[in-house]
């Protein structure tokens, strides 16, 4: 299992690319079973999530085509096997997203149940009730979710909480019902918009994406577009985190920081300087950062994926922060090893109090989700020593040549193999 190693100490500094957002594409995949026609989409982040959707939809019937870096076209017309196994959907929780498309263009959908993952219990049950409200008929039988129906009907569905991928499955499911749905209660995050985006220019109606109250019209058929992803937001969050802990200066390109007000807000408080211009923001330093305390929201609040590299940053800056999770219910596994780096961290069920040290220790960690890593990739850049980080495949489901990257900003980080 590869590692990695961080020699810390070193400010970031210079220019890096932001990727195309893991949280958009994994959705914009599987709108692609929505249409017997080609999809064509660009900026696509070559990371072990995308890999694995794009296996997934493969083995329904799915041809696809690199086209160059970061292009790909998924084509459906071959689809003939509406199922998503416990094999695939285990690995990657986002798989639950093909359940939608599959029961609106095929009348069927056998997908296996995601289970628990190690951030919580993450159940689906906001994905089945709209899929039942819409008139699929629903089985929970051996582990797979069953759906069948001969077409979808318009619904008005409010969900009991705000959902991202249950938004986006029950948008995708929509757009080829019989009439007029309505989700209220619906995310409100900008991958929710750009999935919206992409459906309308296959030919989908949805009016209303970014805002809680979503309303789709139902048509016969959806045809082939061509679809850019947005930019990472939390790619882009991560690496201005890992600047402003090193004390760095850097510009991330082919970014934008609309959607990032929430964090720019808490790196303003930290004392960093930092300026946006249409698709590049940058961001400057001080020599010691101010504790920030957080509370963790759907969109526009402060987002639970950013929640992690803030705590990193919290465990060197000046004072005492609190960070409240209140989306996830064990969210706080990067705090042990935090502290095994020599923070100081104490846990109240979903509240962490972190007072910062005047310096971290290099020490070897492990990583147990993919936020979690990316707060030790932080710590690590900034500990005294080496830092060894172990089960980095995490990283690797959603950062692309993090390593590279991260040493094109002057940061020491090797793959130990
Ligand atoms: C998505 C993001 C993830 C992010 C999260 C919250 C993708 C691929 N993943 O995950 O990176 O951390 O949003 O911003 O976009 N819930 C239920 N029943 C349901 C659905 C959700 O109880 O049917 C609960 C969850 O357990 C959680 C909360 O609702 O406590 C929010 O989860 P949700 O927004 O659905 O997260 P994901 O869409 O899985």
């Given at each position: 299992m590869d590692k990695l190693l961080i020699h810390g100490g070193t400010p970031l500094f210079g220019e890096v690319d932001i990727s195309g957002a893991k949280n958009a594409a994994l959705p914009i995949l599987c709108a692609?079973?929505?249409?017997?026609e080609p999809l064509h989409l660009r900026n696509v982040p070559q990371l072990n999530d995308i890999s694995t959707m794009l296996r997934l939809i493969a083995q329904m019937g799915v041809e696809v085509t690199m086209d160059g870096s970061d292009g790909l076209i998924l084509d459906s017309?071959?689809?003939?096997n509406p199922v998503a196994p416990y094999d695939m959907v285990k690995t990657m929780?986002?798989?639950?997203?093909v359940l939608g498309p599959l029961v609106a263009r095929c009348g069927e959908a056998r997908v296996s149940l995601p289970g628990g993952c190690a951030i919580g219990a993450r159940p689906v049950d906001q994905h089945i009730k709209g899929l039942q409200a819409m008139g699929a008929e629903i089985l929970v039988e051996q582990g797979y979710v069953h759906a069948t129906v001969k077409r979808l009907k318009g619904a008005r569905i409010i969900t009991d909480m705000v959902t991202v991928t249950g938004t986006e499955n029950l948008m995708m499911a929509a757009v080829l019902a019989d009439g007029e749905t309505i989700i209220e209660n619906a995310a409100r995050e900008p991958e929710v918009v750009d999935l919206a985006n992409c459906l309308n220019a296959m030919g989908a109606r949805v009016a209303?994406?970014?805002?809680?109250h979503i309303v789709i019209q139902g048509v016969e058929l959806l045809h082939g577009a061509t679809h850019s992803i947005m930019p990472d937001r939390i790619e882009t969050g991560t690496y201005l985190c890992a600047a402003a802990v090193t004390g760095g200066n850097i510009r991330l390109t082919n970014t934008s920081a609309t959607y990032l007000d929430s964090v720019v807000v808490k790196l303003l408080e930290t004392g960093c300087e930092v300026t946006a211009e249409s698709n590049v923001i940058s961001l400057k330093a001080p020599p010691r950062l101010k504790a920030v305390s957080v509370r963790t929201s759907p969109y526009?609040?402060?987002p639970t994926d950013m929640q992690a590299q803030f705590m990193a940053i919290n465990s060197v800056a000046d004072g005492t922060a609190v960070i409240r999770e209140?989306?996830?219910?064990?969210?706080?596994?990067?705090a042990v090893e935090l502290i095994r780096l020599g923070a100081d961290i104490k846990i109240d069920a979903s509240n962490a109090t972190v007072t910062g040290v005047p310096h971290l220790d290099g020490a070897t960690v492990m990583a147990t989700d993919l936020r979690a890593s990316a707060s030790l990739v932080i710590a690590g850049l900034v500990a005294q020593g080496e830092t060894l980080i172990e089960r980095i495949y995490h990283l690797d489901r959603g950062y692309e040549r993090i390593e590279e990257k991260l040493t094109r900003l002057g940061a020491s980080v090797r793959r130990v193999r």
């Open positions: 692609c079973l929505l249409t017997a017309r071959g689809l003939n929780r986002a798989s639950i997203m209303g994406a970014g805002t809680d526009p609040g402060f209140t989306i996830f219910e064990n969210r706080f596994m990067h």
